[in-house]
């Protein structure tokens, strides 16, 4: 398929190496560091209630986080519990009903949903009874149009026989597979043991489901990891050629998570080699076709992912890139994250917290950000670089009602030194990403992020690679 508006990407190491530094990957912005205590249950009830007026029709999408893992992976940065106890998740889904009627309560009509997506944690911890409980919930409250997307997060060491069916009787039709690596000592140095035939026929028997847009999540910098291990990891995974491939940096920071603590820092690969696998995974992709979608994700031109590209379509959510456009996200779960118009909602981050909230017949809200017009200003600059590579200073001065030139004076300064360096150009109006820029899309995006320029934000983000 010939997809001729896709900005092409050119891998340069030295120009990566020179901008690898932290920065957030826009999963929101602004970004959750800056999320803060206070009214946040009023600020998303009054936010529901103004878009049952503004919006009566508009689709929703929800997120339901899972926290439990039966297993710990070492280099894991999620919100999870580590147990073996299934039985703890039927509390959870006790909770999570009373959450789901909770929310239902502020609709007058049942709500529509077109995209679900199940993360985690891992979702598959679910017994497959607990699995059907925890769909017929959540059909029993909202309706799902004809086409929604509904996708899962699998880990196919926990996943139960006939999971994937149901998930599929139930109208889902997308997955995401963790491997992160398939050589065995790197696996054993994460903790994670999952044979390759394993994660082979579970992709497979998903195919088979009618499973679409499924994506493999590997991970570059991890212990004992080689450019001979990635090499080989990337032969196995284009001889199944999943349809999307995320490509995630491995970031060290034990301080903040504790997992990571049991990873020997002699076994991480020195910058050069990490450099040298990234570099290898790209050329490899793009070689046996994939689209460089922007920043660690990769599809098959044929992939919606790649035809939304493409067609300047291409949104980014919490769960990283999407085609749908933007809608109201409602978030059910433990540390899960609503957003309703321009207000940010976010749950407790402690189970306990989250159990005496709900006990107390209240929303388990714990922390939120109203977006000023500020926000949604800038948030919309860096969705388009991000999404689009570009941003039409027409179009956005015709969008937003303001002077470009004036609005973002401080901003253009470092654009002008972004061009410099070969990551963007600005000429005709408009500010475009170069094929050499496009790895490092989330540096050009800093600089319309004014919580970082004025060091208000406090987050360690990971780096670049
Ligand atoms: S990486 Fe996934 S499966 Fe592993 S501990 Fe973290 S959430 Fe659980």
């Not at 491939?245 to 020195?270: C, G, K, N, T």
């Amino acid at each position: 398929m010939q997809l001729s508006h896709v900005t092409p990407v050119e891998f340069d190491p030295d120009l990566i190496a020179r901008h690898d530094r932290s920065g957030p990957r826009y999963t929101s912005y602004p970004t959750a560091d800056r999320f803060v205590e206070g009214p946040v249950a009023q600020q998303y009830v009054d936010a529901l209630q103004s878009r049952q007026s503004e919006r009566p029709g508009a689709a929703l999408s929800l997120y339901v986080h899972l926290p439990f893992c039966d297993t710990v992976c070492y280099y894991c940065a999620c919100n999870k519990i580590a147990t073996k106890d299934r039985s703890r998740a039927d509390r959870y889904l006790d909770y999570l009903e009373r959450e789901i009627a909770l929310v239902r309560t502020q609709f007058k009509v049942q709500p529509e949903v077109s995209q679900l997506h199940l993360g985690g944690g891992t979702p598959t911890f679910l017994t497959n009874a607990q699995m059907e409980r925890l769909l017929s919930m959540l059909k029993a409250s909202f309706t799902f149009t004809h086409s929604a997307e509904c996708s899962v997060e699998i880990d196919p060491r926990r996943l139960n026989d006939g999971a994937l069916a149901l998930m599929a009787a139930h109208g889902f039709n997308r997955m995401s597979i963790g491997v992160q690596d398939l050589d065995p000592v790197v696996q054993k140095a994460v903790n994670r043991i999952q044979p390759p035939e394993l994660t082979h026929a579970v992709l497979e028997q998903g195919r088979g489901l009618g499973y679409q847009s499924i994506n493999l999540d590997l991970i570059y910098g991890l212990p004992k990891q080689s450019v001979q291990t990635m090499q080989a990891t990337l032969t196995t995974v284009l001889q199944w050629r999943p349809d999307r491939i995320a490509l995630y940096s491995y970031a060290h920071l034990p301080e903040r998570f504790m997992p990571q603590r049991r990873i020997e820092v002699a076994d991480l690969p020195m910058p050069a080699e990490k450099l040298a696998m990234l570099k290898l995974a790209v050329t490899t992709l793009l070689d046996a076709g994939y689209v460089y979608i922007g920043m660690d994700h990769f599809a098959l031109p044929e992939d919606e992912l790649a035809i939304s590209l493409d067609q300047g379509t291409l949104q980014r959510n919490f769960q990283g890139y999407a085609t749908q456009a933007d809608c109201d996200l409602i978030a059910l779960g433990v540390s899960a994250i609503s957003r309703i118009g321009n207000v940010y909602a976010q749950n407790h981050r402690v189970l306990d917290d989250y159990y005496a909230a709900i006990d107390q017949q209240q929303l388990p809200l714990v922390k939120g950000l109203v977006m000023t017009q500020d926000d949604l200003i800038r948030r919309a600059a860096i969705h388009d670089l991000l999404c689009q590579s570009k941003i039409v200073l027409a179009d956005f001065e015709a969008t937003w009602g303001v002077d470009f030139a004036q609005y973002f004076a401080p901003e253009l300064v470092q654009i002008a030194a972004h061009q410099v360096d070969g990551l963007v150009t600005l000429k005709d109006g408009v500010i475009a990403i170069t094929p050499r820029g496009r790895f490092l899309a989330r540096i050009v995006a800093m600089s319309f992020d004014r919580h970082l320029r004025e060091a208000r934000s406090t987050a360690k983000f990971s780096r670049v690679i």
